[in-house]
T-cell receptor, first 115, second 111 residues
Framework: SAVISQKPSRDICQRGTSLTIQCQVD?????MFWYRQQPGQSLTLIAT?????????ESGFVIDKFPISRPNLTFSTLTVSNMSPEDSSIYLC????????????FGEGSWLTVV | DAKTTQPNSMESNEEEPVHLPCNHS???????IHWYRQLPSQGPEYVIH???SNVNNRMASLAIAEDRKSSTLILHRATLRDAAVYYC????????????FGQGTRLTINP
């Protein structure tokens, strides 16, 4: 199974600032997904990121607010821009491994609190 | 995306079997049934998935109805560590098939 590392694991951020979350995978993967989990809620998909192409955003999420980079097959970043308290959430990176068929693996998440 | 329906919460006792139901009446022929769980303060964890036949692994068993409109995740002998939110998700095969999470079932295990 893929091992996924996210940084930072936790952070407290000031309103109006931006924070970039890093996601590192221990093997090459084609598909990477970014999710948000607001307090007490289920997971919501933000975008799908393929290496070498623009990320595909879900309804309600835009590139200006959540720019994503995918420079290679083992790494991706998600930036949360111009943060407000409503952005306080857990942000999770996940990957699909080609040799695992349908299985998707998740990182431990980045817990952001905006004050 | 085809939807699933799960009870909001369930409770069981330690060392007893747990049967977690999931209804998916609009499932398509190519949708796999996936189960993930999320332990407190952790990211979701893959549990099991299947298409038509019942499946077993070291964590759990998945029983799929003959018409595929429902399924049941079976934890054979619950431990306190199995307390989590369990998500039943339908996912197609191929391409950028995303996992769409519902609200899941919060499972409480009593000592």
């Amino acid at each position: 199974s893929a091992v996924i590392s996210q940084k930072p694991s936790r952070d407290i951020c000031q309103r109006g600032t931006s924070l970039t979350i890093q996601c590192q995978v221990d093997s090459q993967v084609t598909m990477m997904f970014w999710y948000r989990q607001q307090p007490g809620q289920s997971l919501t998909l933000i975008a799908t990121a393929n290496q070498g192409s623009e990320a595909t955003y879900e309804s309600g999420f835009v590139i200006d607010k959540f720019p994503i980079s995918r420079p290679n097959l083992t790494f991706s970043t998600l930036t949360v821009s111009n943060m407000s308290p409503e952005d306080s959430s857990i942000y999770l990176c996940s990957v699909e491994q080609g040799d695992s068929g349908n299985t998707i693996y998740f990182g431990e998440g980045s817990w952001l609190t905006v004050v | 995306d085809a939807k699933t329906t799960q009870p909001n919460s369930m409770e069981s006792n330690e060392e007893e079997p747990v049967h977690l139901p999931c209804n998916h009446s609009t499932i398509s022929g190519t949708d796999y049934i996936h189960w993930y769980r999320q332990l407190p303060s952790q990211g979701p964890e893959y549990v099991i998935h299947g298409l038509t036949s019942n499946v077993n692994n070291r964590m759990a068993s998945l029983a799929i109805a003959e018409d595929r409109k429902s399924s049941t995740l079976i934890l054979h002998r619950a431990t306190l560590r199995d307390a989590a939110v369990y998500y039943c998700i339908l996912r197609g095969l191929g391409g950028a098939q995303k996992l769409v999470f519902g609200q899941g079932t919060r499972l409480t295990i009593n000592p």
